[in-house]
């Protein structure tokens, strides 16, 4: 599935070249753009990677009125420009689609990246209609899932020139995380989150609207949404997990968080919740399956942090563990701006 | 390294996770990230419960014992 298509300028996006005619610089191409607004509104992200000085990314942003989630303009190899671009987004190759007209462009990248999905302008007029750039549901996240990451950059800048800890800087964003019980309406998102998330995400597997509908009300399972906004936006649902709630101990089969929320303290929140909700009911244990990969090893840094501990001796590729965290001692603290319900 | 420039300079045996240094899996990751790229050791695929990272002192000699003594 593509999340961000990374775009050249020149011939591409224009229908010109931008430095042969700086007086005037060449106008959007009108099929370019109807497929970038398309696929805009899917909740695919847009980029520009282009040979030209900054000022041609604010002329192409200005010209066809997006905001663009990340530009690298100058003479380097485009290669380096995208793999800037996918460092910068939090993306992987093949969540990614490039846009050239030039064949050795085009060449040059798909050797570098082979991974990347590399278009010319006449594949990507007709590519909205494949299924790789077509996601089956388009909920409310993912349509302002562009101005969320523009929010991104500059809560990331203010962050870069903040003097205090993470705790103050997350105190002075106004962070509010809302951890509640899922709703039907939650289940598209919590279902495309199932999906796109990978850093975060304990199981790696995709979980239907369907299976996700029938755990809302299955005795002994609970489904838990976290929000997240602050003073430069709203997240919306950015997490969720489910919960298999017995006498003695709580197991999580799928715990999962968006990469957006990264940094921002929501999963070490939702991991102290569990334990304190459930704690509070007398269970013992609280048991986190996860699947053992590279991608998601920011997950079993966040279960390290939170004290949860797995018994199995290696860390074998594709293995799985179950985490386990003690319910003894005094339950772990949840900073002021969380509100969460406390009875399950 | 970890984007955190509040965690420069701090002493090699306080511990990571915690209250203190807290260090969270964004600033965790950049520094396994680091460590693999600097060192070719990658501490998640030998370290279930990356017990390495208790402290820097913990995790200077999981590098050291696995990349051959190249650290000081």
Redesign the interface.
């Given at each position: 599935m593509i999340k961000c298509v990374i775009w050249d300028i020149d011939n591409t996006l224009l229908t010109g070249v931008y430095l042969e005619s700086a007086e005037q610089p060449p106008p959007p191409d009108p099929a370019m753009v109807s497929v970038l607004t398309e696929l805009s509104g899917r909740g695919i992200i847009h980029a520009l990677a282009s040979r030209n000085p900054p000022e041609a990314a604010g002329y192409a942003a200005a010209a066809i009125g997006h905001q663009f989630a990340a530009a690298e303009c100058g003479w380097g190899r485009k290669s380096d420009a995208i793999r800037g671009i996918l460092a910068d987004l939090d993306l992987t190759p093949d969540a990614a689609a490039f846009v050239d007209d030039e064949a050795h462009e085009r060449a040059e990248v798909s050797f570098a990246l082979p991974d990347l999905l590399v278009l010319s302008p006449e594949d990507m007029a007709d590519a909205a209609g494949w299924p790789e750039f077509g996601p089956a549901v388009v909920t409310p996240e993912a349509r302002r899932r562009g101005a969320m990451y523009a929010q991104r950059r500059r809560r990331q800048e203010e962050a870069r020139a903040f003097g205090g800890s993470r705790e103050e800087f997350l105190r002075y964003c106004d962070t509010a995380i809302t951890i509640g019980w899922a709703q039907p309406a939650d289940v598209p998102r919590l279902h495309e989150l199932s999906i796109r998330t990978h850093q975060f995400n304990s199981s790696g597997e995709e979980v239907s609207e369907a299976a996700l509908g029938a755990l809302l009300g299955r005795p002994g399972h609970r489904v838990v949404t976290v929000r997240l906004a602050d003073r430069y936006g709203d997240d919306g649902l950015v997490g969720g997990c489910v919960i298999e709630a017995g006498a003695r101990d709580w197991t999580v089969p799928l715990l999962m968080m968006s990469c957006r929320a990264i940094g921002r303290g929501v999963i070490d929140v939702l991991l102290a919740w569990l334990a304190r909700a459930a704690a509070r009911v007398g269970a013992a244990v609280l048991n986190v399956g996860c699947r053992l990969a590279d991608r998601n090893m920011p997950l079993r840094l966040a279960l390290a942090g939170a004290g949860f501990r797995a018994s199995q001796a290696s860390a074998a590729p594709a293995a799985a563990a179950v985490f386990r965290k003690q319910l003894t001692g005094p339950p772990p603290e949840l900073p002021g701006w969380v509100t969460a319900p406390e009875e399950p | 390294m970890t984007?955190?420039r509040?965690l420069a300079g701090i002493p090699p045996q306080t511990p990571l996770?915690?209250p203190g240094v807290?260090?969270?899996?964004?600033?965790?990751?950049l520094l396994?990230r680091q460590v693999r790229a600097r060192f070719g050791v990658d501490v998640?695929?030998?370290?279930?419960?990356?017990d390495a990272?208790a402290t820097l002192a913990t995790l200077a000699a999981f590098i050291e014992e696995r990349a051959g003594g190249g650290i000081s």
């Open positions: - | 984007g955190r509040e996770f915690g807290g260090l969270d899996s964004l600033a965790g990751t396994l998640a695929a030998e370290d279930l419960n990356l990272l």
